[in-house]
C-alpha cells in the first residue's frame, strides 16, 4: 500500500491533541498571516512556565524564543543566522508556512547551503508540496556529499511514497538503510526498513489478491483481466492516499471502507479498517470511525493503534450526542484547534452547529460574535480552496470587524480566484492599517503589502 505508516501516525496524533488540548486564543491565523505577537513580561512567562506541564513548558519557551527572533529580525531582516535560528524554532512549532517564507529569503540569500536547501525540502513536504519538494531533495542531493546527503536521501524517499511512487520510494529507503550507519539515526533507519517492509508487502499482496479474486469469479480467462483488476486495486490505494494527503478524509474514508469490505489477508484488512477509522475521525464520523476499529480489533484484539482509535472515537461520539448546544466557551477552543490542525471540515461544522442551535434557541445569532465567526469560516473555506465561498464569508467579517488579516485573507482568496482588482484594493486596506508611524520599523504585513501591490 502506498499510504505510509507515519501519515496515519501523524493522523492519529491530530485526534488524540484534539481530546488533550484546551486553546486559550479564539483561533490562529492562517499560516501566510501570522500576527506579530506582543512579548510577555518575564515575570508573567516565567509564572505561566511553571503553573504549566512540561511538554507545555517547552513549547511556552520555543514561543518565546520566536518571539524575540522576530523582534531581532526586524532590525535586520538578512541576517542568515537568524533567519534560520527562526526558521528551525517555528518547525517545532509546525509553522510550515512562515518558516517557508524565511527559508526561501536564506536560499535566496546563500543559494549552496546545503542545510537550507535541505530545510525548504522538509518545510514543503510538510506542507505536502509534493512535487515542489522532490525539485527540492533533488537539489539538495546534487549539492551535499557524505552523511549529510542521507537525510535527503531518506525525506526524497518518504516523499515519493507519499506521491504513490512505490519503486522510486523502495529503491531510496534500500539506499538509506544500507548506507546510513551514525548510531543517533537509528530511528529513522528503523522506520525506513518498517517503510521498505510495506512497501514490498503491499506490491506482493495486491497481486495475490487480485489473483484470487479473478480465479474465483473466471476460471477459464487469460492473465489480461487479471493484470487489468491489479491496476484497479492498485488505482483504487493511490487515489484514496491522494485524497487522504490532500485533507479530502470523507473520500479517502469511503475508499479504505470499501477496500475493508473485501476478502483481503488480514494484515492489509488490519491496516484498511485503521485507515478508513482515521479518516472517518478527521471528518467527525466518530460513529463509523469506532466501527471501523472494532471491526479490525476483531481480527486482531491486541493492536495498540486500533483499541486506541476506538476508546477515542467512541469518547468523541459519546461527546457530540450529549453535547445538544455549543457554548461559546468551548466553540473557540475547537475552531482554533481545528484549524491549526488543518482539520477545516470540523471547523466548518463547529461552526455551523452553533449557529443553528443559536438561532434555534434566541431566534437569531449574538451580533457581537458574527464577525469573529465569518472570519473562522473564511479562513476554513480558504483552507478547503472553496474560494468563492471564502470570500463572501471573509467579507461579510470585515463589514464587523477592520482587522489587517481579515484584509490579508481576502487578498489572498481574491488572488487565488485570478481577481486582480479587488486583490490590489483589499492589499492596499491592509498597507493603511499597518502603516507604521513615523520613527516606528514597518510591520511584516506592511511589507508584504507593499510588495503585493508593487506585483500587481
Not at 514597518?442 to 501591490?453: D, G, K, M, T, Y
Amino acid at each position: 500500500m502506498s499510504l505510509c505508516n507515519n501519515r496515519c501516525r501523524r493522523g492519529l496524533t491530530q485526534v488524540t491533541v484534539a481530546l488533550l488540548c484546551i486553546g486559550v486564543s479564539p483561533f490562529p491565523p492562517l499560516a501566510h498571516s501570522q500576527p506579530k505577537s506582543t512579548p510577555k513580561s518575564s515575570e508573567s512567562n516565567k509564572r505561566e512556565i511553571e503553573s504549566a506541564t512540561p511538554a507545555q513548558s517547552k513549547r511556552l519557551l520555543v514561543e518565546s524564543k520566536v518571539i524575540e527572533l522576530r523582534l531581532q529580525l526586524e532590525k535586520t531582516p538578512s541576517d542568515q543566522k537568524l533567519l534560520q535560528s527562526l526558521s528551525r524554532y517555528l518547525l517545532r512549532l509546525g509553522q510550515y508556512q512562515e518558516a517557508l517564507t524565511h527559508l526561501r529569503t536564506l536560499v535566496e540569500l546563500s543559494p549552496k547551503s546545503s542545510k537550507n536547501l535541505y530545510l525548504l525540502a522538509f518545510t514543503l513536504r510538510k506542507l505536502k508540496r509534493y512535487r515542489e519538494a522532490i525539485e527540492g531533495y533533488e537539489v539538495f542531493l546534487n549539492l551535499s556529499s557524505g552523511e549529510d546527503r542521507l537525510s535527503g536521501v531518506f525525506g526524497l524517499a518518504k516523499t515519493l511514497d507519499l506521491v504513490g511512487d512505490p519503486k522510486g520510494a523502495i529503491e531510496l529507503y534500500q539506499e538509506y538503510i544500507e548506507q546510513e550507519k551514525r548510531p543517533s539515526k537509528e530511528r529513522w533507519i528503523s522506520e525506513a526498513k518498517g517503510s521498505l517492509s510495506r512497501l514490498r508487502a503491499s506490491e506482493v499482496v495486491l497481486i495475490d489478491t487480485d489473483t484470487d479474486e479473478d480465479n474465483v469469479q473466471t476460471d477459464s480467462l487469460s492473465e489480461t483481466p487479471t493484470i487489468v483488476r491489479q491496476s484497479t486495486l492498485s488505482q483504487l490505494l493511490a487515489e484514496a492516499d491522494q485524497h487522504f494527503a490532500e485533507r479530502r478524509y470523507a473520500k479517502a474514508e469511503k475508499i479504505y471502507a470499501e477496500l475493508a469490505s473485501r476478502e483481503t489477508p488480514a494484515s492489509m484488512k488490519i491496516q484498511l479498517c485503521y485507515y478508513a477509522a482515521v479518516s472517518a475521525y478527521l471528518v467527525g464520523h466518530f460513529f463509523e470511525a469506532q466501527t471501523f476499529a472494532e471491526r479490525g480489533l476483531m481480527i486482531d484484539e491486541k493492536s495498540a493503534m486500533l483499541r486506541g482509535m476506538a476508546v477515542l472515537s467512541h469518547l468523541q461520539h459519546k461527546r457530540s450526542r450529549d453535547a445538544k448546544r455549543l457554548s461559546l466557551k468551548t466553540l473557540l477552543p475547537q475552531v482554533r484547534l481545528s484549524l491549526k490542525e488543518g482539520r477545516f471540515h470540523d471547523c466548518l461544522r463547529s461552526i455551523d452547529q452553533y449557529l443553528e442551535s443559536s438561532t434555534k434557541d434566541k431566534g437569531e445569532s449574538p451580533p457581537a460574535l458574527d464577525p469573529l465567526l465569518m472570519h473562522a469560516k473564511g479562513r476554513a473555506l480558504l483552507g478547503l480552496e472553496r474560494y468563492g465561498e471564502a470570500y463572501q464569508a471573509l467579507s461579510l467579517a470585515s463589514e464587523g470587524l477592520n482587522y489587517p488579516h481579515i484584509h490579508l485573507d481576502l487578498a489572498v482568496t481574491a488572488s487565488a480566484m485570478h481577481q486582480s482588482q479587488r486583490a490590489l484594493k483589499h492589499y492596499q486596506k491592509l498597507r493603511d492599517l499597518t502603516r507604521p508611524q513615523e520613527g516606528q520599523a514597518s510591520s511584516h504585513l506592511f511589507r508584504q503589502a507593499e510588495r503585493a501591490i508593487e506585483a500587481l
